[in-house]
């Protein structure tokens, strides 16, 4: 199953430009399987999840979520939860809650804003990493790949699209078809293996 899990609308992203519709056909366009919407520090609402996903079956679209903590950027997936739209996380109370709601966490976009991460990782670490995307830094990819490497991370390939053409650009492919948020987190932490 070929997916992107980092994507950007303009409904809820204040600094996209595509809509929630254009980016689903720029995705099957792509050749995607799926994508997870993960606006900044907002959720689609769970009606308008279910709706979309039954306009645009076989495609499939996820729960997730980008949010600030600790100078860094993390992608939730599969919690819907109003909480994550609160402000003023820090990240190892975050990645608790996703834990504890049968979540999955990576790290955007490392070192995109600042040359250190500066949350100690090896003892609060996530469950997964971008390894590329559109604003992950090219330079730093054997940085990225030591980080996982070291933690069991998986590594991901993601668009962060946020404009017209960039979704899809980066993509994941799935162990297996998923159908719903619970099988997609059982499928990206299996990979963990791998």
């Not at 899990?5 to 720029?26: D, F, K, M, W, Y």
């Not at 959720?43 to 076989?58: D, Q, S, T």
């Not at 162990?175 to 791998?194: F, G, I």
Request: with cysteine; aromatic share 6%.
């Amino acid at each position: 199953m070929k997916i992107d899990l980092h994507v950007h609308t303009a409904e809820r992203s204040p600094c996209a430009t595509v809509t929630e519709e254009n980016q689903i056909r720029g995705a099957i366009h792509a050749g995607l399987d799926g994508i997870a919407i993960t606006d900044h520090e907002r959720l689609v609402p769970h009606k308008r999840l279910l709706a979309l996903n039954e306009r645009f079956e076989p495609f499939k679209i996820f729960t997730g979520i980008e949010i600030a903590a600790d100078q860094l950027h993390w992608v939730v997936l599969g919690v819907h939860h109003p909480i994550l739209e609160s402000q003023g996380w820090s990240y190892p109370d975050l990645r608790s809650f996703v834990r504890d709601q049968n979540g999955f966490i990576l790290l955007a976009h490392p070192f995109r804003y600042r040359p250190q991460l500066e949350v100690d990782l090896d003892a609060c670490p996530p469950d997964g990493i971008e390894i590329e995307s559109i604003n992950t830094p090219t330079h730093r990819a054997s940085d990225i790949r030591a980080i996982a490497a070291r933690l069991g991370l998986v590594m991901l390939k993601n668009s962060d699209g946020h404009h017209p053409g960039g979704v899809g650009s980066y993509r994941n492919s799935l162990p297996r078809t998923v159908h719903d948020d619970q099988e997609l987190v059982k499928a990206l932490l299996s990979m963990k293996d791998r």
